[in-house]
């Protein structure tokens, strides 16, 4: 109990002092994580937009393959991406490996299927009579998906956090892409294994509790979505 009172004062007084160990890996999580999230959310709502468009033949197949990839193991994600960049890959000449650019790339992969199956099924359980009077009233396909888009767009919203949420919680495919490099690659996740191996709590409850703290956030954020678009 002692041990755990411990770790958990010196763990706050690193919060408090803005430990600059602390900073660096949380500020490089945010990047690494904003950045995949902007890339994901455009792909997400791009393959929503194309898939409400019109109907074509291979449409349903393509909807199972996103809801399949919804739950995408991680590590699959990484181990796949690894062997793309890897010097006897095919781009392998990129040299993108062990870098965050590799990092936001396995980030987007994961939460770009989120996004998108969450956000067409908030379209297509969407009041039918909004695209009939978009229709009505003279609108293109175009505008009325966009049209009723908008009208979802909490849900749409609640879905993006959806992403966000996984990917900062996203530990195996980042460290098999990403290296965990000190100053470099290390992120909250991978330095929270790091850290807990190594024996140095301090910094591993620290960021512990610093992620916790955005998952509630993004929880309150996404509840409150939700209810604003029922």
Do not use: C, W
């Not at 992969?109 to 969407?126: E, K, M, N, Q, R």
């Not at 991978?190 to 620290?206: P, Q, R, S, Y």
């Amino acid at each position: 109990m002692d041990f755990l009172l411990n770790s958990l004062s010196k763990a706050f007084h690193l919060i408090i002092a803005l430990d600059p160990e602390l900073l660096g890996i949380v500020m490089l999580s945010f990047k690494v994580s904003g950045l995949a999230i902007i890339i994901s959310a455009a792909a997400g709502l791009f393959i929503t937009l194309a898939l409400d468009l019109r109907d074509f033949t291979g449409k349903k197949v393509i909807v199972t393959m996103i809801n399949t990839f919804m739950g995408l193991p991680p590590v699959v994600a990484g181990l796949t991406l690894y062997l793309i960049l890897s010097r006897s890959g095919p781009l392998g000449f990129l040299n993108l490996l062990y870098t965050p650019s590799a990092m936001v790339i396995v980030q987007a992969i994961l939460a770009t299927p989120i996004i998108a199956g969450l956000s067409y099924a908030a379209v297509v359980s969407a009041d039918p009579s909004l695209r009939f009077t978009a229709y009505t009233l003279g609108a293109t396909p175009f505008q009325a998906t966009v049209k009723i888009m908008k009208n979802v767009r909490y849900s749409v919203l609640a879905s993006v956090l959806a992403g966000l949420g996984r990917i900062l919680a996203e530990v195996g495919a980042v460290l098999i892409v990403g290296g965990n490099i000190a100053g470099y690659t290390r992120v909250m996740t991978t330095a929270i294994a790091l850290e807990a191996d190594k024996g140095d709590f301090e910094l591993a409850v620290a960021l512990g509790i610093i992620l916790l703290l955005i998952a509630f956030a993004l929880n309150g954020l996404l509840f409150y979505f939700q209810r604003k678009g029922k």
